[in-house]
Antibody, heavy 125, light 107 residues
Framework: QVQLVQSGAEVRKPEASVRVSCKASGYTFKNYAIHWVRQAPGQGLEWMGW????????KYSEKFQGRITMTTDTFATTVYMELISLRSEDTAVYFC??????????????????WGRGTQVTVSS | SSDLTQPPSVTVSPGQTATITCSGDALPNQYVYWYQHKPGQAPVLVIF???ERPSGIPARFSGSSAGTTVTLTISGIQAEDEADYYC??????????FGSGTQVTVL
């Protein structure tokens, strides 16, 4: 079964860090990028960045540069997202999501097609 | 990738047409993808490449593009279409961005 299984809820104090995991199964791990998207209470979806599971290349949103690190463990087919220097505004549900490809003629287009169920991260003193 | 602006909410009656816009300065050079997001569920792609509908998505969902504005139209809206809708684009450096989101209410 193709799926992404995320780690459980986390509670942190301000200035702490958190690491959320996303275990992939049912497909060839190295063939796809994994993105992280978060949704704060009452807010919309916010893209945080992606990691190429094949070569480890990353691209982060400018908003999180310097605070975010995405890594992979190929043997465990798991992607990790670490966010440091947490503040209350980082309270959100964090989703990992995988690229999917749709073909139109000879062209293909990537979209966010496979999602984890989300990990609640709460930052509170 | 530049900001994408959507109206916060749209309210329509069943059977009517909902129109959701997504505006951004870079959109003439980027494709837009539309996602439907219901509470407690994963977002679902309803339109890609501005106007293309994935298989399995009802024909009442359509997309159009004109300059810096891309539009999602839901014709003959049904109660099950009530959800949040987000546009999303990607720039040439691989940076993604979501629009601010539109809550569609069928009432």
């Amino acid at each position: 079964q193709v799926q992404l299984v995320q780690s459980g809820a986390e509670v942190r104090k301000p200035e702490a860090s958190v690491r959320v995991s996303c275990k992939a199964s049912g497909y060839t791990f190295k063939n796809y990028a994994i993105h992280w998207v978060r949704q704060a209470p009452g807010q919309g979806l916010e893209w945080m960045g992606w990691i190429n599971a094949g070569n480890g290349n990353t691209k982060y949103s400018e908003k999180f540069q310097g605070r975010i690190t995405m890594t992979t463990d190929t043997f465990a087919t798991t992607v990790y997202m670490e966010l440091i220097s947490l503040r209350s505004e980082d309270t959100a549900v964090y989703f990992c999501t995988r690229d999917e490809k749709v073909l139109v003629g000879d062209s293909h287009y990537w979209y966010l097609g496979l999602w984890g169920r989300g990990t609640q991260v709460t930052v509170s003193s | 990738s530049s900001d994408l602006t959507q109206p916060p909410s749209v309210t329509v009656s069943p059977g009517q047409t909902a129109t959701i816009t997504c505006s951004g300065d870079a959109l003439p050079n980027q494709y837009v993808y539309w996602y439907q997001h219901k509470p407690g569920q994963a977002p679902v792609l309803v339109i890609f490449k501005d106007t293309e509908r994935p298989s399995g998505i009802p024909a009442r969902f359509s997309g159009s593009s004109a300059g810096t504005t891309v539009t999602l139209t839901i014709s003959g809206i049904q109660a099950e279409d009530e959800a949040d809708y987000y546009c999303q684009s990607e720039d040439t450096s691989g940076t993604y961005v979501f629009g601010s989101g539109t809550q569609v209410t069928v009432l």
